[in-house]
């Protein structure tokens, strides 16, 4: 079926040709151009695939080449006169991975063209592609951008509806219940960070893929993508909102610790305080040598519990006088 030694080791994740009213049937090879009457090809490729870069040298200008195989990646977009290349993340949800390490998605986009390259499963895509074998696939490439903008993003807004609910439950727990140490606080504030890490540049690029003066993009479609963007902004600011909350239920925490130390040693200051007399006096008492009072009297031990009794009380009430504790 494929048509050269190159494409024969490249295996993708996904090759259809889509028409234009959403109907798609599997690609034959792995040209960059769909067959006739098609309006656009579809491939989709898995970055650990060793052939990529070969069949990518074959097949595509230089820009697709280093957004598709860049071994680092940050949100972005990039034009020149073939196409547009775009760099997404989105959140990761495969089993036994954190979510806050979102995975990359790399696009190249031209007008009959759209090609998506993964490192790891990206369950938009696999959305997606179950969408397009049930012959309900976007009309073109720039609706298929917008429909993958719009599941990664739903998947964070998700996560960010998740971790608002999770910071409600903590708070009710700290300023309601007074319940602390929370164990699940730490890792908490240490995903929203990550997670901000990735979700600003994302925002702020789909932001300009919306923005950006082309024919890739019709004008029917820039407002989803706007949408799309303004969505991502406010899963950010929820992000941000949780993770100031977090802040203050942290400081919150420690503040409270050390107010309760403090209240600790300054009662265990003023029993101190109150023992000090008795303690000199047990200790004077206590010496072996000749001449101590008492010594032959049966009663002395009591006289001198009684007398050690009221030093304490008396201490104790002084102190309460000057206003001590």
């Given amino acids: ?157 998700n996560i960010a509806f998740a971790r608002e609910d999770s910071a409600d439950d903590m708070e009710d727990d700290v300023y309601e219940r007074d319940q602390q140490p929370l164990a699940d606080l730490a890792p908490l504030r240490r995903e929203i960070i990550k997670f901000r890490r990735h979700v600003a540049p994302l925002a702020e690029a789909l932001l300009q893929v919306s923005q950006t003066d082309t024919d890739l993009i019709k004008d029917d479609l820039r407002h989803r993508l706007r949408d799309t963007a303004s969505r991502c902004r406010w899963a950010l600011e929820e992000l941000s909102e949780v993770h100031d909350r977090l802040t203050a239920m942290a400081d919150h925490l420690d503040t409270v610790q050390n107010a309760r130390l403090e209240r600790n040693g300054y009662r265990l200051s003023v029993v101190a305080a109150i023992f000090l007399p008795l303690s000199f006096l047990t200790g004077l008492f206590g010496v072996n040598v000749g001449g101590m009072p008492g010594v032959q009297s049966g009663n002395a031990f009591l006289l001198l519990s009684l007398g050690m009794l009221l030093i304490g009380v008396v201490s104790a009430a002084v102190m309460r006088w000057l206003r001590w504790f």
């Fill in 1 to 157: 079926m494929l048509t050269n030694n190159e494409e024969c080791t490249l295996v993708p994740l996904a090759a259809f040709d889509i028409w234009e009213d959403g109907t798609a049937k599997t690609a034959a090879d792995l040209n960059t151009h769909p067959i006739h009457g098609a309006a656009y090809r579809w491939l989709h490729f898995d970055l650990s695939d060793m052939a990529l870069s070969g069949w990518s040298a074959q097949n595509l200008p230089a820009l697709a080449r280093r957004t598709l195989l860049a071994d680092k990646t940050r949100p972005r977009m990039d034009m020149d006169a073939h196409g547009m290349a775009i760099t997404l993340r989105g959140i990761n949800l495969n089993e036994g991975e954190e979510s806050a390490d979102m995975v990359s998605l790399r696009i190249w986009m031209t007008a009959d063209l759209i090609i998506t390259v993964r490192r790891q499963r990206i369950f938009a895509l696999e959305d997606l592609r179950d969408q397009v074998v049930a012959n309900d696939a976007p009309h073109n490439p720039g609706h298929m951008l917008a429909r993958i903008t719009e599941g990664l993003v739903e998947r964070l807004e």
